[in-house]
């Protein structure tokens, strides 16, 4: 996948949706098939025109998937895709969404709610810090992974 490069600016805040880490992706990597979609997206929630957030875990879900050739060729370095995080973190567009003193209380409550596994307690954080944030929902392409949360709406927008 080829880099689009920082040709976005910053907008409004927003709080509408969360916009999970394989849209940053998508909206980054030039030759994926769904780059044009992500692209706008993102560009609209940067001018402000679509209400959106974005949370430390998605940004270094992001770093993690560009940086890593198996997913992402040419795979960013460590320098490049940190400078990508600080941009979207300095976008007024994105509102900033932290968790809070209550989240890992909630994190626990959710667990003991639904079946989460291994690899499944990173999106029930997610899920956590969202809820403590007044956040509803999220753009993804893995609904699946959203699914068992009853509280929030799991969009992918590849696909609406």
């Not at 956040?135 to 609406?160: C, G, H, M």
Request: charged residues 20%; glycine residues 4%.
């Amino acid at each position: 996948m080829q880099p689009s490069g920082h040709l976005w600016a910053s907008g409004a805040r927003g709080l509408a949706v969360l916009f999970d880490a394989n849209l940053l992706v998508h909206a980054h990597a030039a030759d994926s098939p769904l780059h044009g979609v992500a692209r706008r997206l993102r560009d609209q929630a940067a001018r402000g025109e679509l209400e959106a957030c974005i949370s430390p875990q998605v940004l270094c879900e992001f770093f993690a998937v560009c940086t890593n050739e198996r997913f992402v060729r040419p795979a960013l370095t460590s320098k490049q895709a940190a400078a990508e995080m600080a941009t979207y973190w300095q976008a007024s567009g994105f509102r900033k969404i932290l968790p809070k003193d209550t989240t890992v209380r909630r994190l626990t409550e959710l667990v003991a709610q639904h079946t989460i596994g291994k690899q499944q307690v990173f999106d029930a954080f997610l899920v956590a810090t969202m809820l403590d944030n007044g956040v509803r929902t999220i753009y993804t392409q893995n609904t699946k992974d959203f699914v068992r949360y009853s509280e929030l709406q799991a969009i992918n927008p590849f696909t609406t």
